[in-house]
């Protein structure tokens, strides 16, 4: 286990909030289609949108986030080989002093498995180097995802969650029962 020096906030936010701070990160820092390693941002911060099926994974030292977007029909996305190999390489840029924590949201349960299977693959890759990380698999609907290293911060956003936030739920309960499976990491914290 890693000495962690520092814990993420993961919070549920409305679709204006979130385009609105988004805008704030441009462009450059936007991990956008066609959701391959080669769209993968290094930054202070970054961010994607509509994951569905997708994997997403931010692999942050609390400075920095390596920040990924993975489309599991994409080609260039089946052997899982060449991603863990862009993992390793990447993750070396990171100040692995203060610890590594992982953040994984997406995928769905499919006949060909290819969108499980991807999730599943980088969830062991990063538990076989000892990366805590938090979980958030099998979501109901699209999501947005962001991160913030001025704040530790990581957003998930998406159109149900703004519905039932006008509800007068909380985002840590909205969360819970939008995805089958939520796991918060020792080191992070839902907010």
Same mark, same amino acid.
């Given at each position: 286990?890693q000495?962690? @020096?520092? /814990?993420?906030?993961?919070r549920?936010?409305?679709?204006?909030? #979130?385009? $609105?701070?988004?805008? =704030?990160?441009?462009? +450059?820092?936007?991990?956008?289609?066609?959701?391959?390693?080669k769209?993968?941002?290094?930054?202070?911060?970054?961010?994607?949108?509509?994951?569905?099926?997708?994997?997403?994974?931010?692999?942050?030292?609390?400075?920095?986030?390596?920040?990924?977007?993975?489309?599991?029909?994409?080609?260039?996305?089946?052997?899982?080989?060449?991603?863990?190999?862009?993992?390793?390489? @990447?993750? /070396?840029?990171?100040?692995?002093?203060?610890?590594?924590?992982? #953040?994984? $949201?997406?995928g769905? =349960?499919t006949?060909? +498995?290819?969108?499980?299977?991807?999730?599943?693959?980088?969830?062991?890759?990063?538990?076989?180097?000892?990366?805590?990380?938090?979980?958030?698999?099998?979501?109901?609907?699209?999501?947005?995802?962001?991160?913030?290293?001025?704040?530790?911060e990581?957003?998930?956003?998406?159109?149900?969650?703004?519905?039932?936030?006008?509800?007068?739920?909380?985002?840590?309960?909205?969360?819970? /029962?939008?995805?089958s499976?939520?796991?918060?990491?020792?080191?992070?914290? $839902?907010?």
């Amino acid at each position: 286990m890693q000495n962690i @020096s520092f /814990k993420s906030k993961i919070r549920a936010v409305d679709s204006d909030t #979130f385009y $609105l701070l988004t805008k =704030k990160i441009g462009e +450059k820092n936007f991990v956008k289609y066609p959701w391959t390693i080669k769209e993968s941002v290094l930054s202070e911060k970054a961010y994607t949108k509509n994951v569905f099926d997708c994997t997403t994974c931010g692999i942050t030292d609390g400075e920095k986030v390596l920040f990924m977007h993975l489309c599991p029909t994409r080609h260039e996305n089946k052997n899982f080989n060449i991603i863990s190999e862009f993992i390793e390489s @990447s993750i /070396k840029n990171l100040n692995s002093k203060f610890g590594l924590q992982g #953040f994984i $949201l997406g995928g769905q =349960k499919t006949k060909d +498995k290819l969108s499980e299977n991807l999730l599943n693959n980088i969830i062991s890759f990063l538990n076989k180097h000892n990366i805590p990380l938090s979980i958030f698999k099998f979501g109901d609907g699209l999501f947005h995802t962001a991160y913030f290293a001025d704040k530790d911060e990581w957003l998930i956003a998406s159109n149900q969650i703004t519905s039932k936030m006008t509800q007068e739920n909380s985002g840590e309960d909205i969360l819970k /029962k939008m995805f089958s499976e939520v796991k918060i990491s020792e080191y992070d914290e $839902l907010a």
